[in-house]
């Protein structure tokens, strides 16, 4: 997809972390690393992300006051540290989760969770956990990881929607906002 869906449509939505090409070749290592030893099914390259605020299914028409509501919000650049992978037995998955939680992640996610309650949009509004998914439908953890340790610079967040499409699904970056300094 290279346009937003059109205004009839439903669009499953989400703020997220996009990362460069570089850190997303890392997370795929990371991925290909683990899966021998983990199964499950890699994540695709392309789809490496963070989610910051999940909101689901929503009308393509509202998809502007998503935007209006984000452009609002300050990113302080930040950088974020991965130095091995967790599993997460519940879901099954194995991510990448980061060493430690920012405070200007933490500030970046409550003040989307304030700016889309401001704008009646419904979100996800379990506690917030960062991670990276890298393999689904895991069947454990890993014992041992000798993966080299990730750096993510982050200097801006980006609005990004899901697609079905023949053998799974694909994340579309549908608007993006730099960081800026304070």
Do not use: K
């Amino acid at each position: 997809m290279t346009a937003p869906p059109r205004a009839d449509a439903v669009a499953r939505v989400f703020f997220a972390l996009w990362p460069g090409a570089e850190t997303r070749r890392q997370f795929a290592q990371w991925a290909q690393a683990l899966r021998g030893e983990c199964g499950g099914r890699a994540m695709r390259d392309e789809n490496l992300h963070l989610t910051l605020v999940f909101i689901g299914n929503l009308a393509a028409g509202r998809l502007d006051a998503l935007e209006a509501a984000a452009a609002g919000i300050a990113c302080a650049p930040f950088l974020l540290e991965f130095e091995r992978p967790a599993f997460w037995r519940r879901n099954r998955i194995v991510c990448a989760e980061p060493v430690a939680v920012p405070p200007a992640l933490a500030e970046l996610v409550a003040g989307l969770e304030a700016a889309l309650a401001q704008a009646g949009v419904g979100f996800d509004r379990r506690p917030y956990v960062p991670h990276t998914t890298l393999l689904r439908n895991a069947r454990r953890g890993p014992a041992e990881f000798s993966g080299a340790s990730i750096r993510w610079q982050v200097d801006g967040f980006a609005l990004l929607c899901s697609q079905p499409e023949a053998g799974g699904v694909r994340y579309w970056p549908l608007a993006s906002w730099p960081g800026q300094a304070r």
